[in-house]
């Protein structure tokens, strides 16, 4: 059988989009040290030296407390996305932090003032400006505001949900225009309060409220920009302004309306009004009365957006590659805004904005390979299920599955001691496969079962190259449970294997390996036979853990019976029955499936028969159940567990 030719088609998109990746992150490597830590100094300087009244230039108070939280930030984000640590020290950033504190106390003082275009920076502009930044950079820091600098913080987020909660509520307005609210400002205010809310639970109740005025304002103005355009009302149109409200709603959380209204405003943000990486003019979004302004380059507006996660942006995947390659064709010491021209120097406020939206991308590409090779794949979105949770662990995987698999993966900071590989082997009947579903339903991750016939779709001489299809698939899948079931012959015992599957299981084993050390995906082999299993794909660097799945103890079938009896509605006569029968003690050797079918069983006869004696039923029943179980071949797994099961 030839292979699909749409699904070559898309493996090799995927591999081109890989290769991209790998592009964005070279570059963001490359232009990290250029993060230098002069731009710090020169912030921290400017803001010592700055009174309430600012001068010109970069200088301006705004830009320079704004610049040296996007430098703090992209410190953070842009050396962990890279693996890289930036020349910056500890000491250094908490200097700046502190710097960048000492400005939102001098900013908060004319949070009263009347808004003004001419008046002295810093005033209600700015001020979100710098409660966002200083918040969000001691949170990304792990740093608790204390004092004067969090004193200010918070008068700022009262002024911002006075201003955005009430009848008279009024949001911040463009620098233009005193009678139009700023999506661009808007954003910054709400950043402000999320980042308070994350840090002061107490206040989240009187937040709330603001965030709620401020993202349904944001879907208006959404709105209402995109029927200027269509109108061909171009004065009434703007490019920041529109991209910044498509960011506030996605942030606050992706509805269908949303995601509806986000398509159709990027769609004429990015076919009108964007070219070779760069938007075109728009209202600068700073200015002050010695005629600085600052226009917003397209790498900042994009990073947030980007930072959205919103699977909405998925078709746009072609234009943020093109950010890309404007960055990369305009790297000298560091970044120019496009809006500089070509002898403007690299600034410390483009640079961050450029590292931050690589690493943005990075992770955006990460997020979309693994999306398109789950819609390869078949990969269902996870539904939790109430029934799979209520499953007990089987006693002798307990601790091992909640302590190397579920606690590390739930919680990010212990996910390098997490284990992400399983042979799981035991009798049939012993819920291999539901325990699978168990781990994928307590991870919160969706399950793709890869049985014998999802390798056998080429036929029997097309399964190497069919394994090599999958696995190159599943190397993109993230945050998933792969269940390989029955699949022994893929990597079987070679000194007794025929010689298809010797070298079936030669070429499998660095793609188990491979697949292990991406760390992205939990991957459990399944099997009745784990003594065919060759030795060298079984150990340690390819799987963590190797358990046999025995049949539930005497307390863990009562719980199961339990369970049961109230998931098929048993009546209590029935319940009785199973009591004077003592069927907890007759299925020793039963596993999970085992009485989960014979309860069923007897439901489905007694709903048909409507028998008298219910006792026989139930009886003859389990005589025809015990008949599937070997109590020798449950011992033979015992045994065996004992010798080589790991942890």
């Known amino acids: 059988m030839e292979p699909d030719k749409d699904a070559v088609q898309s493996r090799d998109e995927l591999e081109v989009l890989y290769q991209k990746q790998n592009e964005v992150g070279a570059l963001m490597k490359h232009g990290l040290p250029f993060l230098k830590k002069e731009f710090f100094d020169r912030q921290v300087g400017w803001i010592k030296r700055a009174k309430s009244s600012t001068s010109t230039g970069e200088s301006n108070g705004t830009c320079t407390a704004f610049t040296l939280y996007y430098l703090l930030r992209a410190r953070l984000i842009a050396s962990d996305a890279a693996g890289k640590k930036c020349a910056l020290t500890q000491a250094d950033t908490l200097r700046a932090l502190e710097g960048l504190q000492k400005q939102v106390i001098r900013s908060h003082l004319s949070v009263k003032h009347s808004f003004t275009t001419t008046g002295p920076l810093p005033n209600e502009y700015n001020s ?27 008068k700022i987020i009262r002024f911002i949900t006075r201003q955005t909660v009430g009848k008279k509520r ?63 009302v171009f ?136 999306h398109r090779a789950a819609s390869i794949l078949k ?77 056998l779709r080429s036929g029997l001489h097309g399964i190497n190259a069919e394994a ?29 294997a025929e010689q298809i599957s010797r070298l079936l299981t030669t070429a499998m084993l660095p793609r188990i390996h491979d697949l292990r050390d991406r760390r992205r995906v939990v991957f459990i082999f399944a099997t009745n036979h784990v003594e065919g299993i060759d030795r060298a794909a079984a150990r340690l660097g390819r799987f963590d853990i190797l358990k046999c799945v025995l049949p539930p103890s005497k307390k863990e079938r009562r719980a199961i019976f339990k369970q049961q009896l109230s998931d098929f509605h048993v009546p209590p006569r029935m319940v009785q029955t199973f009591k004077e029968l003592k069927l907890v003690e007759a299925t020793e050797n039963f596993g999970y499936m085992d009485i989960v079918a014979l309860v069923k069983n007897v ?7 409507k028998p008298r004696n219910v006792k026989a039923l139930v009886k003859q029943r389990l005589r025809i159940a015990e008949r599937a179980v070997s109590k020798d071949l449950v011992d033979t797994f015992r045994r065996k567990s004992e010798e080589v099961d790991r942890p």
């Open 128 to 154: 979100p400006l710098y409660a966002a930044g200083l918040l969000r950079t001691a949170e990304f820091l792990k740093f608790r505001l204390s004092g004067k600098g969090r004193t200010a913080c918070k």
């Open 170 to 232: 009024r949001y911040l307005t463009r620098l233009n225009d005193p009678d139009t609210p700023s999506a661009y400002f808007s954003y910054w205010a709400s950043a402000a309060l999320k980042a308070w809310a994350a840090t002061n639970p107490a206040d989240q109740d009187s937040v709330t409220p603001a965030l709620t005025s401020i993202c349904d304002w944001a879907e208006s103005e959404a709105a209402r920009a995109i029927a200027f355009h269509e109108a061909k």
């Open 235 to 370: 004065s009434e149109f703007d490019i920041i302004e529109l991209l910044y409200a498509i960011v506030i709603f996605l942030e606050f959380g992706p509805t269908s309306e949303r995601c509806r209204l986000a398509d159709k405003g990027l769609s004429i943000l990015f076919e009108h009004h964007f070219s070779n990486g760069c938007f075109g003019p728009s209202t600068p979004v700073l200015a002050d009365q010695r005629n600085f302004s600052l226009l917003c380059p397209a790498a900042e507006g994009l990073a947030l957006l980007l930072e959205t996660s919103s699977p909405t942006l998925f078709p746009f995947s072609e234009r943020f590659l093109e950010v890309f390659a404007w960055l990369r064709d305009h790297l000298g010491r560091g970044w120019v805004s496009e809006w500089a021209g070509r002898n403007g120097e690299p600034t410390g406020f483009m640079t961050a904005s450029a590292l931050t939206f690589l690493s943005k991308l990075h992770r955006f590409l990460d997020n979309l390979l693994a």
């Open 379 to 455: 990969v269902s979105r996870f539904i939790a299920d109430e029934k799979i949770a209520k499953i007990p662990y089987p006693s002798n995987l307990e601790d091992t599955l909640k302590n190397h698999v579920i606690g590390p993966l739930k919680e990010p900071r212990s996910s390098a001691l997490a284990s992400y590989s399983m042979i799981l082997y035991g009798p049939p009947g012993s819920a291999k496969t539901t325990l699978a579903k168990k781990i994928a339903n307590d991870l919160h991750w969706p399950l793709l079962v890869l049985n014998q016939s999802e390798f």
């Open 468 to 496: 090599e299809r999958i696995f190159r698939l599943a190397f993109f899948l993230k945050d998933t449970v792969i269940l390989f079931d029955e699949v022994e012959e893929l990597v079987q015992e070679r000194e007794k």
């Open 603 to 609: 439901m489905v006869d007694y709903s048909v028969q």
